[in-house]
């Protein structure tokens, strides 16, 4: 009866955050716009990175939002599935990217793809639920059939492309939980976007099919505006605090749970089971407020006219998204302490494009702290987490450095139609640096082990 009770919290919980999504686009002014802006942002390709505010409008983008996460929740509840940690990540990773590349359109060929591979299966659906939310992962691949292939302007929703999408959709439907069940055997477990290398790969094939290998151009999507900070950090503020008043509302032992959350490695750890709902709830309102925080006091450092320029990140679609898949894994596996060593890592890479170009190495500086692509990009680096859990504070600065330098170059291999780019960079890492420290070092805890003989020698 305890785990029926814990999905049921966490289904309710995600419910009030897509509730909470609506409220917030309700909430953020131009009314006249909201659903026409919401169209707009569903018949539009969506190849990554498409700023939502931009394209529909603040209220708009925020609606997709809710839209999104009110289908995750349907899925979930009409198939009975079993909620857990995982499916926590699955559902704000979706709902993360419905800011600036997923749409409420773009998700059904997925959902309907792992249908028919619990059909195939003789699987029920609801057993299969998460992974018929990361396979949305290719959904710019989904807009791109329905609205735009094979041209490079948009001409439409059609028949013909809604049955391509469907098709798509099925294949990547009946391919991705097999690929998601392999994946963690090239991370050792260590990426907890775990679903990143397998949606990467199969993203890399389809656009050698689609684009490379059949000759067809590809069309470029990103367009990013000026964001709205002010806005976002008020509804995040709400939104986290109600985490952390929930959670010590909920049980009176919760701080010493999440004391003991706190010294987790999060290494194939789900939160929900190990320490409960209110010490994860804890965990969402203090991780929350601590990504925050770090967006708004982070900023890029260049040089232009002789002079230091300081530059602080903009609160675009992309930028509101990547808090909100950065907090995808706040139920299994993430919290401040072993993700601070991942952005202490993506500012020490930071200075490697800032020193070439100073020294003259460089024509331009390539990107800072606050390039739109890195604020992505950290946001799946932060999947590396069990790195510095496991292995300690320095192997996490160094993931998160290799991390920094790969992320913006691996696109290239899927043409920007993978929306878990940095996930799929994260297992890439995971898969050069993990057998290096296994070679070299030892984890945290057996390093410890072997110190107190000999400090009870002594």
């Given at each position: 009866m305890k785990g029926k009770d814990t999905s049921g919290q966490i289904l309710l919980i995600l419910l009030g955050f897509s509730v909470a999504l609506i409220i917030g686009a309700l909430c953020a002014g131009d009314l006249g716009n909201l659903i026409p802006g919401f169209i707009t942002i569903i018949t539009r390709p969506s190849q990554f990175t498409m700023d939502y505010f931009k394209l529909g409008g603040l209220g708009s983008a925020f609606l997709n939002a809710g839209m999104v996460g009110l289908a995750c929740c349907g899925l979930l509840y009409f198939s009975k599935a079993k909620c857990t940690g995982l499916t926590v990540a699955a559902y704000w990773l979706n709902v993360g990217f419905a800011t600036f590349g997923m749409t409420f359109t773009n998700i059904w060929p997925f959902f309907f793809g792992v249908w028919v591979y619990s059909r195939l299966k003789k699987v029920s659906f609801g057993s299969v639920a998460n992974q018929a939310m990361f396979a949305t992962a290719l959904a710019p691949f989904a807009s791109e059939l329905m609205f735009r292939y094979p041209g490079l302007e948009t001409r439409g929703f059609t028949f013909t492309g809604l049955l391509l999408a469907i098709l798509l959709g099925v294949f990547v439907g009946c391919v991705m939980?097999?690929?998601?069940?392999?994946?963690p055997n090239f991370h050792k477990g260590y990426d907890l976007y775990s679903a990143g290398p397998a949606a990467g790969f199969l993203a890399f094939f389809l656009y050698c099919f689609l684009y490379l290998g059949s000759g067809v151009k590809v069309p470029s999507n990103t367009d990013l505006g000026d964001g709205h900070r002010a806005f976002v950090n008020v509804f995040f503020i709400i939104v986290f605090t109600a985490c952390l008043c929930a959670g010590a509302m909920m049980d009176k032992d919760?701080?010493?749970?999440?004391?003991?959350?706190?010294?987790?490695?999060?290494?194939?750890?789900?939160?929900?089971?190990?320490?409960?709902?209110?010490?994860?709830?804890?965990?969402?309102?203090?991780?929350?407020?601590?990504?925050?925080?770090?967006?708004?006091?982070?900023?890029?450092?260049?040089?232009?006219?002789?002079q230091l320029v300081f530059t602080p990140a903009k609160f675009t679609g992309a930028t509101m998204g990547a808090i909100m898949c950065m907090f995808a894994f706040v139920a299994q596996g993430t919290q401040p302490r072993t993700v601070f060593p991942i952005m202490v890592g993506y500012a020490v890479a930071s200075l490697v494009p800032f020193l070439f170009f100073a020294g003259g190495l460089a024509e331009a500086q390539k990107w800072t702290l606050t390039t739109q692509a890195i604020l992505v990009g950290l946001c799946f680096a932060s999947g590396l987490a069990p790195v510095s859990g496991k292995w300690g504070f320095f192997p996490g600065v160094i993931a998160g450095f290799i991390h920094a330098?790969?992320?913006?170059?691996?696109?290239?291999?899927?043409?920007?139609?993978?929306?878990?780019?940095?996930?799929?960079?994260?297992?890439?890492?995971?898969?050069?640096?993990?057998?290096?420290?296994?070679?070299?070092?030892?984890?945290?805890e057996e390093r410890r082990a072997a110190k107190e003989p000999a400090a009870a020698e002594k």
């Open positions: 939980p097999s690929l998601c069940a392999h994946s919760v701080f010493k749970k999440y004391k003991a959350l706190w010294k987790s490695d999060g290494y194939k750890t789900d939160y929900t089971a190990a320490f409960g709902v209110p010490a994860t709830l804890l965990n969402m309102g203090v991780y929350g407020l601590f990504i925050l925080l770090y967006y708004n006091v982070v900023h890029g450092m260049t040089i232009a006219d002789g330098l790969l992320v913006m170059n691996v696109p290239l291999l899927h043409g920007g139609f993978c929306l878990y780019n940095g996930g799929f960079t994260a297992g890439i890492v995971a898969f050069l640096l993990i057998p290096v420290l296994e070679c070299f070092t030892k984890p945290v």
